[in-house]
Structure formats: C-alpha cells, structure tokens
C-alpha cells in the first residue's frame, strides 16, 4: 500500500525566516508529485507539479520554490517567507499511468508571524 | 454552488436527511472529482466522475455530471454525523500530470 508522509507537521516562523517542507511516497513508483496551499477557510490552490525526478513545473507565482530530488521525494522552500504564506500545505500524488486520482497527504500547517 | 469567487459555502442538515451540494465549472473536464476533507486533514477523494458517465454511485454517496451544463452534483442520502466535514468539487487538465483546479467548497454541517 502506498504511504504519503509530510514534515514537519507544524511550523510556526517569522516573516523573512527561510522554510523547507517536505514530502515522500512509499510504495510506488515513478508518481506524479503536486504541492497544494490552502488559506484557512479557503479552497486548495495547486502551485507545483512534477512528473519526473529532476522535473518541476510551477501552476502559479507564490514566491516559493519547490524540487525533486529523489523519485519519492518533493520539497517546498523559500529564503524568504512572507505573511502571506501562511496556510495548510499539501502534498499529493497520483499515477504516472493516467490513473487521474489525486492521494494527499496529512499536510503541514505553517503559521507566519 | 460552488466555483467562482463566492466563498466557502455552509449547509447544515438533520441527521438522515438527504442533501445535494452543487457545483459548475468552466472549463472543459472529462474529469470531476469529489473530495471530503475533514478539519485538519488533507482531503480524501471520495468520488470520481468521468464525462462518459452521467452518474456514479458509491454506498449512500451519488455523483452527476453533465458537461452540456458544465455541473455536478454530490448526494448523501440518510446523511450521519460522521458526514460532516468540506466538500470539494475539483476538475482537471491533463498532459502527463493532472492540474486540479478544486472549487470554493461546501460545509456540511450533520446535527444530531
């Protein structure tokens, strides 16, 4: 069975500060990664895709930055965090094989101050 | 509905009740997928709906699609309290990944 697991959990930083979320997949091969941002009380916006490792393709301009380092792993940065980016970040995968169903995993809850 | 700019939808219900949440979207999709998504978690893909379909059932869970609209529909017959939770209605791009574009979203609140 696959496993999605997000860190940290929560994380509680100051306007400025630089942030790194990660995010792996156990149990399958070659997925399709996304990044969500969620306001609280908002619906999910995507910002990042990624079908292969190496390969990152951004959905929308939020001042961040992700990677794909390894086959099961998807990392959210930026130097420089903004009030704004405060909010619920999820990652998500689905099937290189056209599957279309979107996993998501427990996400972080990132708290700018 | 949802999509749009309107902001996050609440329903609230008696418990064994039906309901139906809406929503429409605007561009083309030979996907609609419904998420649940309790507080605090991420969301849970509970029904997926292909355009070829016009409607797909999953236990006390009814979805409708009909792309000459642009809409579906989400039904819970005999709602429960475990029920209770945000509803999203999301469509997709593909082209070697899928893009979601999810909707603002319905609250459904089950009481007692």
């Known amino acids: 069975a696959q496993t999605i697991h997000q860190w940290p959990v929560a994380e509680i930083k100051a306007v400025g500060s630089p942030l790194s979320l990660g995010c792996t997949i156990k149990g399958k091969s070659s997925p399709n990664l996304y990044w969500y941002w969620q306001a609280t009380g908002g619906t999910l916006q995507q910002l990042f895709y990624s079908i292969t490792v190496g390969q990152v393709e951004s959905v929308v301009q939020l001042n961040l930055s992700a990677s794909r380092p390894k086959d099961d792993q998807f990392i959210l940065s930026t130097e420089k965090l903004l009030l704004s980016h405060s909010g619920f970040y999820l990652c998500?995968?689905?099937?290189?094989?056209?599957?279309?169903?979107?996993?998501f995993g427990p996400g972080t809850r990132l708290t700018v101050l | 509905s949802q999509w749009g700019e309107e902001n996050l939808q609440a329903l609230s219900i008696q418990e064994g009740e039906d309901v139906t949440m809406n929503c429409s979207y605007k561009t083309y999709t030979t996907v609609v997928h419904w998420y649940r998504q309790d507080s605090g978690r991420g969301p849970a893909l509970i029904i997926l709906i292909r355009s070829n379909e016009r409607e797909k059932r999953s236990g006390r869970l009814r979805a409708t699609l009909d792309t000459s609209s642009q809409s579906s529909s989400l039904s819970i017959t005999a709602a429960q309290c475990e029920d209770t939770a945000v509803y999203f209605c999301a469509t997709d791009e593909t082209g070697g990944a899928d893009r979601l574009t999810f909707g603002k979203g319905t609250q459904l609140i089950i009481q007692p």
């Open positions: 998500a995968w689905s099937s290189s094989l056209g599957g279309r169903e979107q996993y």
